[in-house]
């Protein structure tokens, strides 16, 4: 067992070493590399770890009270139950990392990568999650309390359980099993008669609609949908009127979804821009949604204000057997 404080390893190749238990409170660690090495229960208290690579080390149960890090590798480090309260890993490679039960309260994580890390049932109230990479990261029962995941990436991330910023539990807008029991019960449902209506009486579309749509069937009244991400429950992509709308279009698509739908049954729309300048740019996603052809009615208005001050929200009007 290692019993060295204030040591100076600096630059140190201590890759694959079993260092267990080892006491190296306030040692100079700058640029070591300590790569698949046991450090299990070690004292590294007030350790300067700047530039050290840990890829796939042991930190379990390690003391990390008041460690210095900066551009530190900790790619698929085993830190579970670890306290790392407070602690600025902005930017830092956590990727494939093990932080399952680690108190991560109040950490920077800005723009950090913790690209399919495991999160599970980790504190992580008050945590700075801004533009961090969360793609496929593990967070089912994670306690996300207070904590700002504005911009942040949780594409493909297992949120099951979890504390959401704004004190609810994360429920899925549909799960899978819901579709599934939505598809076989539409098979028995007679199909809609829907038509599309022109006439050269009347002015010309002008963009990814038609004039009227003819329809029989029940009648599906989807509430105007503005860019909240509902992983989230807050606005995305603020000064994106294009990253609105998809994001605008998505939650669109979960409700269709949800009510046994999809965007070809929708026969009318309403488009509301806090700017008429940004028509052609959301008539641009818009158009990826709905083709020309047998795209719906619709309307598109300019407003004073949108809520929560967004640049673009969309209702829909849907029809599907009955």
Known sequence: MVESSSLNLSWADLDNTNLSDATLNSANLTEASFKKTNLVRANLSGAILSGANLFEADLSQVNLIQVHFRDTNLQGAKIRGVNLSQKNLSGMNLAEADLGAANLRSVNFRKACLKGANLERAD?????????????????????????????????????????????????????????????SLEKVISMTRKVINTDNAPAPVGPYNQAIAASGQFVFIAGQIAIDPRLGDVVYTDDVKKQTEQVLANLEAILTAAGATFEDVVKTTVFLADMNDFAAVNAVYAKYFPENTAPARACVQVSRLPKDVLVEIDAIAVIGG
Do not use: F
């Open 124 to 184: 992580l109230q008050q945590a700075d999650l801004m533009k961090a990479n969360l793609n496929a990261a593990n967070l089912r029962k994670a306690d996300l309390t207070g904590a700002n995941l504005y911009g942040a990436n949780l594409q493909d991330a297992d949120l099951t359980g979890a504390i959401m910023p704004d004190g609810e539990v994360y429920k899925p807008i549909a799960s899978e099993a819901e579709i599934g029991r939505q598809e076989t």
